[in-house]
């Protein structure tokens, strides 16, 4: 749903604020060395509704219980400590996951096998779309979203209801970060990305923008977290590059 609404969006309304490095070049031309739109679209179908996804589906009901054990409280009947108890651990969730895929992104740019066989598939995108969000092989997505994701529900040990809203929202906002939509565009309000949140130390799109546009297999790869800009800057890794908008309008 969010890939449609980004892309539609841009496509039949043209109102959004693009990320922009080169102000004379369209759009059309920054995509002419990209993977086509139909196969990144396709590789992120793929990634989120194919055959393996699917399997972690099933695998994911299998080992739930064993790693969010119960008794769960009634949702219908929940008290609002439960709900104030289960929030925290939504944002707990958000927050640990962002660091754990901070560690593991950057091993993935740091060792030099993960990256040619795992990661560098993915990093083919230079110019971030939505519809590229899941372009990457099921090992990327084992190593940067599955395991983060389910070693941070071993921790924070939320309702099976919050895994599945975190599991949600997790995905929508990776499709924004992959978006190409700058911070000063409306839509980026719908996923926290505006320019207002940048000073609670949340990161703008252009984050990752960044990490696609200047990073490859090297030490001097950038921007390597995706919600929080914290860890970028504390481990000395966050980009000083400055971006421009561009209005499609």
């Known amino acids: 749903m969010s890939v449609v609404l980004i892309e539609g969006v841009n496509f039949f309304a043209k109102s959004s604020v693009l990320i922009d490095y080169a102000s004379s070049r369209t759009m059309e031309e920054r995509l002419k060395s990209e993977p086509p739109l139909s196969e990144q679209l396709f590789g992120t179908l793929m990634t989120t509704m194919g055959p393996v996804a699917i399997s972690n589906v099933v695998l994911l009901a299998k080992i739930g219980p064993w790693l969010i054990p119960g008794p769960y409280p009634n949702p219908t009947s929940a008290s609002f400590t439960t709900l104030v108890a289960e929030s925290a651990k939504f944002f707990g969730l958000i927050?640990?996951?962002?660091?754990?895929?901070?560690?593991?992104?950057?091993?993935?740019?740091?060792?030099?096998?993960?990256?040619?066989?795992?990661?560098?598939?993915?990093?083919?995108?230079?110019?971030?779309?939505?519809?590229?969000?899941?372009?990457?092989?099921?090992?990327?997505?084992?190593?940067?979203?599955?395991?983060?994701?389910?070693?941070?529900?071993?921790?924070?040990?939320?309702?099976?209801?919050?895994?599945?809203?975190?599991?949600?929202?997790?995905?929508?906002?990776?499709?924004?970060?992959?978006?190409?939509?700058?911070?000063?565009?409306?839509?980026?309000?719908?996923?926290?990305?505006?320019?207002?949140?940048?000073?609670?130390?949340?990161?703008?799109?252009?984050?990752h923008d960044q990490h696609h546009k200047l990073s490859d297999r090297s030490i001097n790869a950038k921007n390597f977290a995706e919600r929080f800009i914290f860890l970028d800057y504390l481990f000395g890794t966050l980009s000083t590059v400055r971006t421009q908008t561009k209005s499609t309008s």
């Not at 640990?96 to 992104?105: E, G, N, R, V, W």
């Not at 921790?155 to 000063?184: K, M, N």
């Not at 409306?186 to 252009?206: C, I, P, T, Y």
Request: glycine residues 6%.
């Open 95 to 207: 927050l640990l996951k962002d660091s754990f895929y901070y560690f593991t992104h950057r091993m993935a740019h740091g060792c030099e096998f993960l990256y040619k066989h795992v990661h560098s598939h993915h990093h083919k995108i230079h110019t971030p779309r939505a519809t590229g969000t899941g372009f990457m092989t099921l090992a990327d997505a084992t190593l940067l979203e599955g395991l983060p994701c389910i070693a941070s529900a071993a921790i924070i040990q939320p309702h099976p209801l919050t895994f599945y809203a975190f599991l949600v929202s997790r995905t929508a906002e990776s499709v924004s970060t992959h978006s190409g939509v700058s911070c000063d565009s409306w839509l980026a309000v719908l996923f926290l990305k505006s320019r207002m949140f940048l000073a609670f130390g949340l990161a703008g799109n252009e984050h």
